[in-house]
């Protein structure tokens, strides 16, 4: 219930909610947002009329409150009367990047082999209730590095209240474009830490594919629940949308879905006021062609998975947090083992992730992240490193600071910026801790010192 109070206490009134429109209704809802306009987290406070703290840890996305998990849940509709706001925002993410030893050869084209410094990404965005029962946002995205634009996220959302046996119960549909992008808590993939990152920076190759293997590249449409603000269900399928599509959307695909993949989530959240934790789990279920060769039949992939999320919110609004989650995947790899790109008809990865944050005052923050990913040995598959294993592990430091997330800027209350540092250590990467990749590199000569600036207005 905090936060409902909150927008009880700045005089917002939630509306009541009529029984939204059918699933056509809500495709016309997710075109009129794709050409009305644009907004993120300016547009979102704008439209609320609260400070960018009522809805981020920090004062800054996309970490949320519970209020801001209300806000999405609610399907984005809160407004602070009826005045109209814009529904326009941009963002713009810059840093500088360093690794411990020369990347040989460069990591992108027109880039040194260290010490870079790049326009990481630049957004706009179209956010916004839409009447009483729609809102969502969408995200279009200029990638500095591979100079390049495409499409980005993507959760549109229709929703409605009702009263069974007694208790609240919100129901919605969500059309997006990626596994997890919907989720309001901060520990699946889509919107787990770290909120931002280089393409610049050196990455382990392998990741579950609900890790963002098929982020931008599938739609789907999810129904959810969420009864008496603790019990949220969550079902729907994902399908791949054409080649001419995703290309005229800069979002190419390599790995081709085979049919629909379904989704479940279900979770359990208790707020106590100023502290608040969720336990949940998951589960993906998608069959691809790999790389695109239909020839052999597809591969099939289980995704299961289990998390966990703590909040605390002092009195001086310092903010402690812990995220977790586990993933494990079975990859039935029979399509690959027949195109000769798999030793093995079955392997399996399992990934482990979890971070602390705390928040001085909600503007001044540092967090810690541990990282993990081991999986089964496979001479075919993960050729491109001695261990033959895709094992890599490691912890990131990072420290950020957002000076405008509680009050109004110089430049007016829709600028926000954040500046923060970011140190990554690997003692394991892509198979090995030493000479991983057979020319001498070890994991430490990935070490990546990142410092960035993130821009919101």
């Not at 999986?375 to 592990?393: E, I, M, V």
């Amino acid at each position: 219930m905090r936060g409902r109070a909150l927008f009880y206490r700045t005089n917002c009134r939630l509306r009541a909610l009529q029984p939204f429109a059918s699933l056509p209704g809500l495709v016309l809802a997710v075109l009129a947002a794709a050409t009305s306009g644009a907004a993120a987290l300016p547009a979102f406070a704008e439209q609320t009329s609260q400070p960018c703290t009522a809805c981020h840890v920090g004062g800054f996305g996309p970490q949320l409150t519970p209020m801001g998990r209300e806000f999405k849940l609610e399907g984005y509709t809160m407004r602070a009367g009826a005045t109209f706001t814009a529904p326009v925002s941009a963002m713009a993410v810059a840093s500088f990047v360093n690794t411990a030893k020369d990347q040989v050869p460069p990591p992108a084209p027109h880039y040194a082999t260290n010490n870079n410094v790049s326009l990481d990404q630049a957004n706009i965005f179209v956010a916004g209730g839409i009447g009483e029962h729609f809102g969502g946002f969408s995200q279009f995205t200029y990638d500095g590095v591979g100079r390049a634009f495409t499409w980005d996220n993507l959760d549109v959302r229709a929703v409605d209240r009702a009263t069974i046996f007694g208790s609240d119960v919100l129901y919605g549909i969500s059309f997006n474009n990626s596994p997890s992008v919907e989720d309001v808590w901060n520990t699946l993939p889509a919107w787990g830490f770290t909120y931002t990152s280089s393409s610049l920076a050196p990455s382990p190759a392998a990741a579950p594919l609900l890790d963002g293997a098929f982020a931008q590249t599938l739609l789907g449409t999810t129904a959810y629940t969420w009864w008496d603000m603790s019990y949220y269900a969550e079902a729907g399928l994902y399908w791949m949308p054409s080649h001419e599509f995703l290309n005229a959307m800069g979002a190419g695909a390599s790995d081709i879905l085979d049919g629909v993949a379904p989704y479940f989530r279900v979770a359990y959240q208790k707020d106590y006021g100023d502290q608040n934790f969720e336990v949940g789990a998951f589960a993906f279920f998608p069959d691809q062609f790999p790389g695109g060769d239909r020839s052999k039949g597809s591969d099939r992939y289980s995704d299961l998975g289990i998390d966990a999320s703590y909040q605390y919110i002092g009195d001086n609004n310092d903010i402690y947090q812990v995220n977790a989650r586990y993933i494990y995947e079975h990859q039935g790899l029979g399509a690959s083992m027949l195109l000769g790109n798999s030793s093995h008809s079955a392997d399996f990865l399992n990934e482990v992730k979890l971070d602390g944050s705390y928040y001085w005052h909600n503007e001044l923050g540092g967090t810690v992240s541990l990282f993990d990913t081991r999986g089964s040995k496979d001479s075919l598959l993960y050729a491109g490193n001695t261990a033959l294993r895709p094992d890599s592990q490691g912890v990131l430091f990072q420290v950020d600071a957002t000076p405008f997330g509680t009050h109004p800027s110089f430049l007016g209350p829709r600028f926000n910026v954040r500046v923060g540092i970011q140190y990554t250590v690997y003692t394991r990467f892509d198979g090995g801790s030493r000479n991983f990749d057979g020319s001498g590199r070890n994991a430490s000569d990935n070490n990546t010192l990142r410092i960035f600036t993130w821009f919101a207005f």
